[in-house]
T-cell receptor
Framework: AQSVTQLGSHVSVSEGALVLLRCNYS??????LFWYVQYPNQGLQLLLK??????LVKGINGFEAEFKKSETSFHLTKPSAHMSDAAEYFC????????????FGTGTRLQVTL | EPEVTQTPSHQVTQMGQEVILRCVPI?????FYWYRQILGQKVEFLVS????????KSEIFDDQFSVERPDGSNFTLKIRSTKLEDSAMYFC??????????FGSGTRLTVV
């Protein structure tokens, strides 16, 4: 079964600092990988996805993630944090079959301080 | 206009009552999913639906849950006899693997 591990349930960074949110997956074959953001009392918004094309994926709001097969990782980064980035971030994995469900990690709450 | 609209946005129901949560995608899709998120916890898969039948379901999706597409556009999740522990945010999603998945804004279900 696939699984996703997000290290760090809470991450705090200063405004303008680098954001690094960690995600490791467990899968027998390279899966599809996703990062979603959830603002308070809102739904899930797709930030970016890896679907076996380029290993460095650029998403919305200046975020990007790099797929590293050797490390089974898909860490999310942003060079400079903004106050508006404060939210819950979920990494998710799906296998490459049809009608594949998403399996989510436990989430990382990002706090951005002045 | 959102790709996936969920109604109601918030529903309060008494324990033991039936609830129906609705999902309307803006265009024709083949793959539908329901997820739930208990307050403060991660998003959990409930069921996937393809070609008008369930393709996969989780352990959470027991006999009190059912899904259907009653008119070919709406996609519904029914909980027959709600329990307190069913209180959660329920998300409908559409999509498929490499195309990604789009989520609705959710229905907050509160069972009292």
């Amino acid at each position: 079964a696939q699984s996703v591990t997000q290290l760090g349930s809470h991450v705090s960074v200063s405004e303008g600092a680098l954001v690094l949110l960690r995600c490791n997956y467990s899968s027998s074959v390279p899966p599809y990988l996703f990062w979603y953001v959830q603002y308070p009392n809102q739904g899930l918004q797709l930030l970016l996805k890896y679907t076996s094309a380029a290993t460095l994926v650029k998403g919305i709001n200046g975020f990007e993630a790099e797929f590293k097969k050797s490390e089974t990782s898909f860490h999310l980064t942003k060079p400079s944090a903004h106050m508006s980035d404060a939210a819950e971030y979920f990494c998710a994995v799906a296998n490459t079959g049809t009608a594949s469900k998403l399996t989510f990690g436990t989430g990382t709450r990002l706090q951005v301080t002045l | 206009e959102p790709e996936v609209t969920q109604t109601p946005s918030h529903q309060v129901t008494q324990m033991g009552q039936e609830v129906i949560l609705r999902c309307v995608p803006i265009s024709n899709h083949l793959y539908f999913y329901w997820y739930r998120q208990i307050l403060g916890q991660k998003v959990e898969f409930l069921v996937s639906f393809y070609n008008n039948e369930i393709s996969e379901k989780s352990e959470i999706f027991d006999d009190q849950f059912s899904v259907e597409r009653p008119d070919g556009s709406n996609f519904t999740l029914k909980i027959r006899s709600t329990k307190l522990e069913d209180s959660a945010m329920y998300f409908c999603a559409i999509g498929q693997g490499f195309r990604g998945y789009t989520f609705g804004s959710g229905t907050r279900l509160t069972v009292v």
